[in-house]
């Protein structure tokens, strides 16, 4: 008998411990990115360029509305954003914001576009104006104090959108909402949605 | 050499394992030459911390588990002296949390959630000793039947992607049991 009941919980135990059955949820607790909630200004950490002793920071500014966008990327001659030497600002509008949708790495994005308006450089000291114009930085020879439109221009290795081009770009936020992040513009997929986003994180 | 009961008229015995599912007292009470009677109560956590790209990821689970049993020797061949089939039924409190975050930002990036049913059935087969000085020792090979468990994903930043789901769900799953025992009978 003792035999049979050894044999039973035997056999019981070799058709045992395949797993368990299981069931999964999976929540979506990512922030839903709206225009009321980007509307504000956000600014990125300093972040210096060791090998050229420069440095760089970005603003972005939302309108209240939350259709218009401006990121100023103010650059300086030191390490440490202290001394101006040059302003960048590309101004957008109509912006739309798409549906929450993910890159190929997995990270929770929003794709938007929006329509340029300008793209301006506005040098900050003589020496660079004077180095603009050497160099006839972006095909312009003529740069002074204020403000100088480069959209459609090649400056350097970059070439700007032109006026009334489509920006394409994704945009990430963390479920505190505490900053956002945008895309790598440099790493654009055929679609002209960057596929990757930048490391920097926007503050509010 | 000589076997449980066979030479040794003591009853019960009790002491202590090392198993998968943690680790714990055993005792037991031999109602005859074939049969034996006990009951093992355990506990184990685990907690990792490893360090992914750009990422942390903190895992923490807990093992309590009761687990009321039942042995049948096989005494009729020497060779298979000392082989036991078991089954009994285990009342767990298993759960498990895990959570990924950056480590630049300390964003949450997503996290998880594991909770095991509380009671299976379990049986397994192993094989048991007892020395002339009462010194017992038990290895058995047990696996669970009938439980279940769910496994809550939350999405922060990231989604999870199904071969990391798959891999972390086979991670995660713990159907058998190694059971090593060292105790005395008396």
Redesign the interface.
């Known amino acids: 008998m003792?035999?049979y009941?050894?044999?039973?919980?035997?056999s019981?135990?070799l058709h045992?411990?395949?797993?368990?059955?299981?069931?999964?949820?999976?929540?979506?607790?990512?922030a839903n990115i709206t225009k009321s909630l980007l509307t504000g200004t956000w600014t990125a950490k300093c972040v210096d360029n060791t090998t050229a002793s420069t440095s760089s920071n970005t603003v972005l500014v939302f309108s209240t509305s939350g259709d218009n966008l401006a990121a100023t990327t103010t650059n300086y001659s030191d390490l440490s954003c202290v001394t101006q030497s040059s302003v960048l600002t590309k101004k957008l509008n109509t912006l739309e914001l798409g549906s929450k949708t993910?890159t190929s790495q997995?990270?929770?994005i929003n794709k938007f576009t929006a329509k340029v308006t300008d793209i301006t450089l506005e040098p900050k000291t003589s020496s660079v104006i004077m180095s603009l114009n050497k160099s006839s930085f972006c095909e312009l020879t003529g740069w002074g104090s204020g403000e100088t439109s480069v959209a459609g221009q090649t400056c350097g290795s970059i070439t700007y959108n032109a006026v009334n081009d489509i920006h394409s770009d994704i945009i990430?936020i963390?479920?505190?909402k505490?900053?956002i992040r945008l895309g790598n513009i440099t790493n654009a997929a055929s679609t002209g949605y960057p596929k990757t986003l930048y490391?920097q994180?926007y503050y509010k | 050499m000589t076997l449980l009961a066979e030479s040794d008229n003591s009853s019960s015995e009790a002491g202590l394992f090392y198993s998968t599912w943690g680790s714990g007292v055993m005792g037991g009470y031999n109602y005859s030459n074939e049969i034996h009677i006990g009951a093992s109560l355990s506990s184990g956590d685990t907690t990792t911390e490893s360090e992914g790209p750009g990422t942390l990821i903190k895992s923490q689970s807990t093992f309590m588990t009761f687990n009321a049993f039942t042995r049948f020797y096989l005494r009729e061949l020497d060779i298979t002296d000392g082989l036991f089939a078991e089954a009994g039924l285990a009342f767990r409190n298993w759960n498990g949390t895990g959570k990924i975050t950056e480590k630049s930002t300390k964003a949450k990036i997503a996290s998880l959630k594991m909770k095991w049913s509380p009671v299976v059935i379990v049986t397994g087969v192993g094989w048991h000793k007892v020395w002339g000085s009462g010194l017992s020792f038990s290895v058995a090979m047990n696996a669970s039947i009938g439980g279940s468990r769910t496994i809550e994903y939350t999405e922060n930043m990231h989604r999870f992607s199904d071969s990391m789901k798959k891999d972390l769900e086979k991670k995660t799953d713990y159907p058998t049991n190694l059971v090593i025992y060292i105790g005395y009978s008396f």
Not at chain 1, 5 to 10: N, V
Not at chain 1, 16 to 30: A, K, Q
């Open positions: 003792i035999k009941i050894f044999l039973l919980f035997f019981i135990f045992s411990g395949c797993g368990e059955e299981l069931s999964t949820s999976t929540t979506d607790d990512s993910k997995n990270q929770i990430q963390n479920s505190e505490t900053f490391s994180e």
